[in-house]
């Protein structure tokens, strides 16, 4: 009975993949829900990985993948960061540490175009720097 709901929803998963490429997966969320996890926590290649080493029987790569699933802690500033974002006057928790990297260069060089390019988060827009869009044309 297990090895058909964890088929199913290997399936589901698989079925509904591009459809939803923006939002939601419904297939994604049946896997954690037999999983009992939180969707959100994992990335779908974690939750799939989570399958298998369930279905295998392999208990030591189910706890390792469990315990380091739920990444929301990663957004924390690391010590490095928090030095970084003091150095160019920012908030660490606003910025990528590439980001920080960039505005203190540019600050050392004295272009205060690019750093109020960076700070105002310019940099993001997707006119600006053009993201690869997966699935079907958006």
């Known amino acids: 009975m297990r090895n058909v709901l964890a088929s199913t929803a290997f399936a589901l998963a698989l079925s509904a993949g591009a459809a939803s490429a923006g939002g939601a997966n419904a297939g994604i969320d049946q896997i954690a829900h037999y999983l009992g996890v939180n ?19 392999d208990q030591s790569t189910y706890a390792y ?41 540019a600050q050392l060089r004295g272009d205060l175009q690019e750093v109020n390019f960076v700070v105002s988060h310019q940099n993001r827009n997707s006119i600006v720097n053009p993201q690869v869009q997966v699935g079907r044309d958006s």
């Not at 929301?72 to 500033?77: E, G, H, L, M, Q």
């Not at 490095?80 to 260069?105: F, H, P, W």
């Open 39 to 57: 969707a959100g926590a994992y990335s779908s290649v974690e939750l799939h990985q989570l399958l298998a080493a369930r279905n295998a029987g």
């Open 65 to 105: 993948l469990l315990a380091h699933g739920d990444r929301s802690s990663d957004t924390a500033a690391t010590a490095g960061k928090e030095q970084l974002a003091a150095q160019a006057g920012l908030n660490a928790n606003d910025y990528t540490a590439a980001e920080l990297i960039r505005v203190r260069d």
